[in-house]
């Protein structure tokens, strides 16, 4: 039977926190990763139902996405009563229902 390797070379347990520097860094990477979705899914939305001329709203929509994804994350981040799983899942929009909300919006 072959010999099972074994990785030595593990920096933390999976109950130790990494460095602050090293935190601070995946979380700006996570968070600029992943704004480029949470801001198109809306922009496709606005541009092709309403067009060029609907920039007020565009910008409505895209701070309501940002804004909903941002508090949908912190409550998956808690899990505090019953609601999130205790860690960092981004909760972003969905390119599913793209052209449910383009017909929503063209039939008024």
């Known amino acids: 039977m072959a010999d099972v390797s074994t990785n030595t070379d593990i920096r933390f347990?999976?109950?130790?926190?990494?460095?602050?520097?090293?935190?601070?860094?995946?979380?700006?990477?996570?968070?600029?990763?992943?704004?480029?979705g949470v801001v198109l899914t809306p922009a496709i939305i606005i541009r092709s139902a309403l067009g060029d001329g609907a920039n007020e709203y565009l910008a409505w929509a895209v701070f309501a996405a940002v804004v909903v994804?941002?508090?949908?994350?912190?409550?998956?981040?808690?899990?505090?009563?019953?609601?999130?799983?205790?860690?960092?899942?981004?909760?972003?929009?969905?390119?599913a229902f793209i052209g449910v909300c383009i017909g929503a919006l063209v039939k008024g």
């Not at 999976?14 to 601070?24: D, K, M, Y």
């Not at 505090?80 to 390119?95: D, E, H």
């Open 13 to 36: 347990d999976p109950s130790e926190n990494p460095p602050l520097p090293l935190t601070i860094g995946m979380g700006l990477q996570l968070a600029l990763l992943s704004i480029g």
């Open 69 to 95: 994804c941002g508090i949908s994350t912190i409550l998956q981040a808690l899990g505090k009563f019953r609601v999130g799983a205790g860690y960092i899942l981004l909760m972003g929009t969905s390119g």
